[in-house]
């Protein structure tokens, strides 16, 4: 019955987007609003139908698989739960879902609505993570000796039927071009391949740490993790390896495709990265000039095979992703800029939590002596001093490779989309916690002056806040002065024409990220499936020049079969 739970999520989710829209279009006469609505009401009940289908296919199959006397005896009221099921399922989801592919053979709007979309990239992601959930579970089974479990089976077989019909079945025509099942699945088997190399990692970890030292790890056994590992890597590998190394970047839409990379592979790997370094840092120093709780360095090291292994599956997802970018990108372009600022971004929150940390060490240490203990001081000005360790280099590395460029090209760099962002959301964030800090600071005091209990003890209740106040108020500050020098260089720059280009052309990923190299050209790429044919690289250098030309403010380019783009000028609607 876990199928038709998990199908039932996008029935809410679309049963929500019903009432919205129901209630905007409520009163006024829109034919095309109320054809939306009559749209979702037919996906609702297409998800509704396929669930109960589902639902009564799984049972029938668990009753197949079954073989334990005990269950065999429940089997009548099971097998007419699962034949009402299917018999009113299947051929209600059978005549919706014929009436569907007329009205997408009639009418080419059909594919593009919201409900079909909804409805294909849901059911198709949520029956492929369903798939590769039970199937993981199967295999752990059956490779640990434990007993068959028939519901699991049943599941990962009809999750499976259902990902294959809509793949390669009729409704596989009907993909949408903005690359969300790619997307989908792509993560869904990166994260079983991470969750992979974590649990091998480890498992060889904790067997050269067992080797090495006398202490007896709890938790799960080298065997067990080498077990998963296997699983993860069997289930995995083929979703990913479909999902993103089988089909090209053309399927994929160009700002989805960037989010994926940016998000799932650089973000992620970087933050697990210098999460796992931390904490290494962290149980090495407090060994050797902190206060440890364990008396053996076998014990207290228990952790490190762990951080060791969490730090490799970090740099792989990180290391790859960045390649994978740099790949694809050619000049200084916006994306190449947010993957310098989101790593920058990281070794900026690290450092600052570093500071922090270190503040709060401070007044902890001046503050009176029952409470600020000189042990507990240690271990906090250590795990101060790691967060700099980890985070200062990492900043400095990426913020200084940015400052370069700004120096290179003040006016371009200063004016990035990419910048602003950076530093408005940076500022914005510190000033935020750094005003509510310095209102719970003024609380306290205040509190205590009035009950006359001002003190030493003061100091100690208002360390945290009062290290925020102060730690957000140098990130603010330092940003605010980047963000006017930016202001200074761009009004002392003349004034640059942007140009907003839409791209229809054949897939080619260098087109536009060539024309979005060249200043004052914002792109917006729109693949042509029509036509094969790409454009060199003399080509985009003189495309740019006539879009530029133009002197409009947005621009059509359209590529035909020879790779001949033609630049036209509109005006939005």
Same mark, same amino acid.
């Given at each position: 019955?876990?199928?038709?739970?998990?199908?039932?999520v996008p029935i809410v989710i679309v049963a929500v987007i019903i009432g919205v829209v129901s209630r905007a279009v409520r009163g006024r006469d829109d034919p095309d609003a109320a054809l939306s609505v009559r749209r979702l009401f037919v996906y609702l009940l297409l998800l509704a139908t396929l669930a109960i289908a589902a639902a009564g296919v799984q049972a029938l199959l668990e009753?197949?698989? /079954?073989?334990?006397?005990?269950?065999?005896?429940?089997?009548?009221?099971?097998?007419?739960?699962?034949?009402?099921?299917?018999?009113?399922?299947?051929?209600?989801?059978?005549?919706?879902?014929?009436?569907?592919? =007329?009205?997408?053979?009639?009418?080419?709007?059909?594919?593009?609505?919201?409900?079909?979309?909804?409805?294909?990239?849901?059911?198709?992601? +949520?029956?492929?993570?369903?798939?590769?959930?039970?199937?993981?579970?199967?295999?752990?089974?059956?490779?640990?000796?434990?007993?068959?479990?028939?519901?699991?089976?049943?599941?990962?077989? !009809?999750? #499976?039927?259902?990902? $294959?019909?809509?793949?390669?079945?009729?409704?596989?025509?009907?993909?949408?071009?903005?690359?969300?099942?790619?997307?989908?699945?792509?993560?869904?088997?990166?994260?079983?391949?991470?969750?992979?190399? $974590?649990?091998?990692?480890?498992?060889?970890?904790?067997?050269?740490? /067992?080797?090495?030292?006398?202490?007896?790890?709890?938790?799960?056994?080298?065997?067990?993790?080498?077990?998963?590992?296997?699983?993860?890597?069997?289930?995995?590998?083929?979703?990913?390896?479909?999902?993103?190394?089988?089909?090209?970047?053309?399927?994929?839409?160009?700002?989805? @495709?960037?989010?994926?990379?940016?998000?799932?592979?650089?973000?992620?790997?970087?933050?697990?990265?210098?999460? #796992?370094?931390?904490?290494?840092?962290?149980?090495?120093? %407090? @060994?050797?000039?902190?206060?440890?709780?364990?008396?053996?360095?076998?014990?207290?090291?228990?952790?490190?095979?762990?951080? !060791?292994?969490?730090? &490799?599956?970090?740099?792989?997802? @990180?290391?790859?992703?960045?390649? +994978?970018?740099?790949?694809?990108?050619?000049?200084?372009?916006?994306? =190449?800029?947010?993957?310098?600022?989101?790593?920058?971004?990281?070794?900026?929150?690290?450092?600052?939590?570093? +500071?922090?940390?270190?503040?709060?060490?401070?007044?902890?240490?001046?503050?009176?002596?029952?409470?600020?203990?000189?042990?507990?001081?240690?271990?906090?000005?250590?795990?101060?001093?790691? &967060?700099?360790? $980890?985070?200062?280099?990492?900043?400095?590395?990426?913020?200084?490779?940015?400052?370069?460029?700004?120096?290179?090209?003040?006016? =371009?760099?200063?004016?990035?989309?990419?910048?602003?962002?950076?530093?408005?959301?940076?500022?914005?964030?510190?000033?935020?916690?750094?005003?509510?800090?310095?209102? !719970?600071?003024?609380?306290?005091?205040?509190?205590?002056?009035?009950?006359?209990?001002?003190?030493?003890?003061?100091?100690?209740?208002?360390?945290?806040?009062?290290?925020? %106040? +102060?730690?957000?108020?140098?990130?603010? @500050?330092?940003?605010?002065?980047?963000? =006017?020098?930016?202001?200074?260089?761009?009004?002392?720059?003349?004034?640059?024409?942007?140009?907003?280009?839409?791209?229809?052309?054949?897939?080619?990923?260098?087109?536009?990220?060539?024309?979005?190299?060249?200043?004052?050209?914002?792109?917006?790429?729109?693949?042509?499936?029509?036509?094969?044919?790409?454009?060199?690289?003399?080509? $985009?250098e003189e495309l740019a020049r006539r879009i530029t030309a133009l002197a409009v403010p947005d621009v059509l380019v359209v590529v035909d079969a020879h790779g001949e783009p033609t630049a036209i000028p509109y005006r939005p609607s």
């Amino acid at each position: 019955m876990g199928i038709i739970i998990s199908l039932l999520v996008p029935i809410v989710i679309v049963a929500v987007i019903i009432g919205v829209v129901s209630r905007a279009v409520r009163g006024r006469d829109d034919p095309d609003a109320a054809l939306s609505v009559r749209r979702l009401f037919v996906y609702l009940l297409l998800l509704a139908t396929l669930a109960i289908a589902a639902a009564g296919v799984q049972a029938l199959l668990e009753l197949a698989f /079954d073989t334990e006397a005990s269950l065999v005896e429940e089997g009548s009221a099971r097998q007419a739960r699962g034949l009402a099921f299917v018999l009113v399922g299947v051929p209600s989801y059978v005549l919706l879902f014929r009436y569907l592919l =007329r009205e997408l053979g009639a009418d080419p709007r059909e594919e593009r609505s919201l409900g079909w979309r909804i409805y294909l990239n849901l059911t198709s992601g +949520i029956a492929l993570v369903t798939a590769m959930v039970g199937a993981a579970a199967v295999l752990l089974t059956v490779l640990g000796g434990d007993p068959f479990d028939p519901s699991l089976a049943a599941s990962v077989v !009809v999750a #499976a039927a259902i990902w $294959v019909f809509h793949w390669f079945g009729p409704p596989g025509r009907y993909h949408p071009d903005n690359g969300l099942p790619l997307a989908v699945g792509s993560l869904a088997g990166l994260s079983a391949l991470v969750t992979a190399m $974590v649990l091998a990692l480890t498992g060889l970890g904790d067997a050269v740490y /067992d080797a090495l030292t006398d202490a007896v790890l709890a938790g799960t056994s080298v065997s067990d993790q080498l077990r998963g590992a296997a699983v993860a890597l069997i289930v995995g590998a083929p979703v990913w390896w479909w999902h993103w190394l089988h089909h090209d970047r053309s399927r994929w839409n160009a700002t989805l @495709w960037h989010a994926y990379v940016m998000v799932a592979g650089v973000l992620v790997g970087v933050l697990v990265l210098v999460g #796992a370094a931390a904490a290494s840092v962290v149980a090495t120093l %407090v @060994w050797f000039f902190g206060v440890p709780e364990a008396d053996s360095a076998g014990a207290h090291f228990e952790l490190l095979p762990v951080a !060791v292994a969490y730090a &490799g599956a970090g740099t792989v997802l @990180w290391a790859y992703h960045a390649w +994978i970018h740099a790949a694809v990108q050619t000049g200084r372009t916006e994306p =190449r800029r947010a993957y310098e600022y989101i790593v920058a971004g990281v070794g900026l929150v690290a450092t600052a939590a570093g +500071i922090t940390i270190l503040l709060v060490a401070l007044f902890q240490a001046i503050g009176p002596q029952p409470v600020g203990d000189i042990e507990g001081n240690a271990n906090t000005l250590i795990a101060a001093v790691t &967060g700099l360790l $980890v985070g200062a280099p990492l900043w400095w590395a990426y913020w200084g490779r940015i400052e370069r460029h700004r120096a290179a090209e003040p006016g =371009r760099e200063a004016g990035s989309a990419t910048r602003r962002i950076y530093t408005f959301v940076l500022f914005g964030v510190s000033a935020v916690v750094g005003f509510i800090s310095i209102i !719970v600071v003024a609380f306290i005091v205040l509190e205590d002056l009035f009950e006359g209990s001002l003190s030493g003890d003061t100091l100690l209740d208002v360390r945290v806040p009062l290290a925020l %106040v +102060i730690t957000m108020g140098l990130v603010a @500050w330092y940003h605010l002065t980047v963000y =006017r020098a930016d202001r200074e260089v761009l009004g002392a720059a003349p004034a640059v024409h942007v140009t907003r280009v839409v791209l229809v052309a054949p897939a080619d990923s260098s087109l536009a990220a060539g024309l979005a190299s060249h200043e004052g050209l914002t792109v917006r790429e729109w693949v042509r499936l029509d036509q094969p044919g790409v454009l060199d690289a003399g080509d $985009v250098e003189e495309l740019a020049r006539r879009i530029t030309a133009l002197a409009v403010p947005d621009v059509l380019v359209v590529v035909d079969a020879h790779g001949e783009p033609t630049a036209i000028p509109y005006r939005p609607s």
